[in-house]
């Protein structure tokens, strides 16, 4: 399907909800076959040909009151309550019904959440509230690998033991991750079993997982019945007593924030006022829907989870879907609890990072958390904390990225780039430091289930070699094409690191072994292994980085007349060719702020002017330079200016600094710090940036410092490549 930009809030609404009636009719048309009350869809379809919405309600009545099942008919049936009776309305609920007919013969369809998939590229809040849902194939590795069955000492052909399992997302959706989570324990049940010889009780496990393993979490009432279904269809002919699905407010006149409240305390309370002014904690059950002041987050084997991304910057958009007044209280009251809880988080990384802080003290000991997290997360300045906290307590076992041109990312109606994660939290008796992350580096994202299904077992044998001492890489093919390969790397060895980007810099693993050993001072090459050595200092060393880009917007605004604040303005891959640059455009001191921003002093502005250029942000794809020389200083907008220390060897120390960076170990280094926000689309931030490893021109004699000078000069003018 192709997704449509949808302006008006109520054609979202009508599509939704022909979405949840479509829902229900699947569900009806499968339980017609192991029920002989409910009757198929072609017999409705005859007998209430001139009113199929008077039929369907008291059809789905009788199911809700006499059989089960309220979490996939009460909402469809209130929403045929409302609709009115012409011609086009019932045409409308028979070509619902047609199509709900042709889907259920479509068996495989129903085995993943192909409702889920719909109702994400309907949903208009989703920008918002950083909605953006897991793929089917993405949830299958990543489920996978958490739940290993030699990782766990769980005997998962026993039924009691596996009732005590708990798995939960605190930020569900649809619950596709939830529903691999459930193929993933009945495979550990059928293959145990099976191992043992013992009989199979598949209606017993899925009883079990329904009632007492799987628990869902979710702001949108919507999401949340449409889990509830999903997990249902898994065995429509098991009633249920109850499910722990949980729909939690957002908002109101408490200013209730959804699952972030577990950074509270394990019992949200959603108490009401006097006016019942605040909705209160509704779980989805197998016969209705309970009101409750509680919604309880128990002690997790596994929490999975892809939270929303929705970040403090460019607008802030957290809580984007609720009005403007609502949000500010809502995001102040957010930082506070974030501050108070003392909980290891972030908020200008964005709402991830607290969903995993709000997560953590609920994960049992040697229990796990498996995330779908911006890659930002490996080496991004905000996402610090989180890497701390994960650092602190826990040993991360798979880090799963993509390199794929076509889908960096592992979520629906998203162009973001974005790893999958597991990490096993430690217990005092468990060693901290021998274990190896292993990182799978995918060539080709997979597209189906099956896909995923190979490249997880594929990825769980035995002779991964280590980044660092071993040699080449685990092939990963399927079939004759290859996707992808799996290194690893101790664990101990990332935790040090400022950037956990090492395993995954690079979709070639000899490249992450050469970026690896030059970050040492070490030149290594593929074939011929190490082979000299490069005296290395950090970029700060000789000078300092500039200011912000939003600085220099607070204190500057183009001038259409020379000035006396020259500037180089834009980064134009078709006009850039060159390692040497001029000013393009000048600058003029805003004599007021803008709305809602500070007013920067240009005293404090100007004097950070600089001749060498370092890019702010690059795409890769069509860029052509890594730095570049300004003959007078200059300040930016996508470049950060580099401001060199003074000396009588400045200007050749600035035109080694822009050769370098433009060469082959310097461009590998800069690229290895990145930033990724978007596939080749990527970024350079100030604290890293100033930490960069770069040539040591202090321990270079005058004559050679002034032989790169010279081949500086050589080239300066002429026209370079893009980057690929």
Request: with cysteine.
């Amino acid at each position: 399907m192709a997704r449509q930009a949808l302006t008006d809030p109520k054609e979202t609404v009508s599509r939704v909800a022909g979405l949840v009636l479509t829902n229900a009719m699947i569900f009806h048309e499968i339980l017609a076959e192991h029920e002989d009350r409910v009757a198929p869809l072609r017999q409705l379809l005859k007998e209430h040909e001139d009113n199929l919405a008077s039929g369907f309600h008291e059809h789905w009545q009788f199911i809700i009151t006499e059989i089960d099942y309220y979490p996939i008919f009460h909402v469809a049936s209130e929403i045929l309550l409302n609709l009115t009776s012409n011609h086009f309305i019932n045409k409308a609920l028979e070509r619902l019904a047609v199509t709900a007919q042709a889907i259920v013969q479509m068996r495989v369809a129903l085995r993943h959440d192909l409702m889920g998939r719909v109702y994400h590229r309907l949903l208009v809040e989703a920008k918002y509230l950083g909605t953006y849902y897991t793929s089917i194939p993405a949830a299958t590795i990543l489920l996978k690998l958490a739940l290993r069955p030699q990782a766990w000492s769980v005997k998962w052909h026993n039924l009691d033991e596996v009732g005590q399992f708990k798995i939960a997302d605190i930020a569900c959706g649809t619950g596709t991750l939830l529903m691999a989570a459930a193929e993933g324990v009945t495979d550990n049940y059928i293959g145990e079993c099976a191992a043992l010889g013992d009989a199979l009780d598949l209606s017993g496990l899925r009883n079990k997982l329904l009632e007492s393993v799987l628990y869902g979490y979710d702001v949108l009432p919507s999401a949340i019945h449409l889990t509830a279904s999903t997990l249902a269809l898994r065995a429509p002919e098991i009633a249920f007593e109850k499910m722990n699905m949980f729909n939690l407010p957002l908002g109101g006149s408490y200013h209730r924030l959804g699952s972030i409240e577990f950074l509270r305390r394990g019992d949200v309370e959603m108490e009401l006022d006097l006016f019942g002014a605040i909705p209160s904690t509704k779980q989805v059950t197998g016969k209705g829907v309970k009101e409750s002041k509680r919604a309880k987050l128990p002690k997790l084997d596994l929490c999975v989870m892809n939270p929303p991304f929705t970040r403090s910057v460019g607008g802030n958009l957290l809580f984007g879907s609720m009005p403007k007044e609502e949000r500010k209280v809502m995001q102040a009251d957010l930082k506070k609890l974030v501050r108070k809880s003392k909980a290891k988080a972030s908020i200008t990384a964005g709402l991830g990072s607290v969903f995993v802080a709000a997560a953590d003290p609920y994960i049992k000991k040697n229990g796990r958390i498996a995330l779908v997290l911006p890659k930002a997360l490996l080496s991004g300045v905000a996402w610090k904390k989180t890497r701390e906290l994960l650092s602190k307590g826990y040993q991360v076992e798979y880090i799963v990225a993509s390199h794929d041109p076509q889908r960096w990312n592992f979520s629906e109606s998203t162009s973001l780039s974005e790893v999958l994660l597991v990490a096993k939290k430690l217990d005092s008796e468990t060693p901290r430091d021998n274990g190896s992350v292993v990182s799978l580096n995918l060539w080709h994202n997979p597209t189906t289930a099956f896909e995923a299904l190979a490249i997880a077992q594929a990825l769980l044998r035995d002779g991964i070699p280590d980044i660092m001492k071993g040699q080449g890489a685990l092939n990963i093919s399927i079939g004759k094409e290859k996707v992808g390969e799996a290194v690893k790397v101790p664990w101990q060895t990332l935790k040090e690191q400022n950037s956990w980007l090492l395993p995954c810099a690079f979709a070639q693993s000899d490249l992450v072994r050469a970026a690896y050993h030059l970050e040492q001072g070490l030149l290594w090459l593929p074939g011929h292994g190490e082979v000299g050595q490069v005296p290395l200092c950090t970029l700060e060393e000789f000078g300092s980085l500039g200011p912000d880009v939003r600085d220099i917007h607070d204190g500057f605004s183009l001038s259409e007349a020379s000035s006396p604040y020259p500037a180089f303005w834009n980064h134009d891959a078709k006009t850039v060719c060159t390692l040497s640059q001029k000013p393009n455009a000048y600058l003029s001191p805003l004599p007021r702020s803008k709305k809602g921003r500070p007013l920067r002093k240009v005293e404090h502005l100007w004097p950070l002017a600089g001749t060498v250029l370092v890019p702010e942000r690059l795409w890769l794809k069509t860029k052509r330079l890594a730095a570049v020389r300004v003959a007078q200083p200059v300040l930016s907008n996508v470049w950060w200016p580099f401001r060199l220390k003074k000396g009588r060897n400045a200007p050749q120390v600035g035109k080694a600094l822009v050769l370098w960076l433009n060469s082959t170990p310097g461009m590998l280094l800069l690229i290895f710090h990145r930033e990724e926000t978007r596939g080749a689309w990527v970024k350079f931030k100030k604290p890293v940036l100033a930490k960069l490893p770069v040539l040591d021109l202090n321990t270079l004699s005058s004559d050679k410092l002034k032989k790169l000078a010279s081949a500086y000069d050589r080239v300066a003018k002429e026209t370079l490549q893009p980057l690929p």
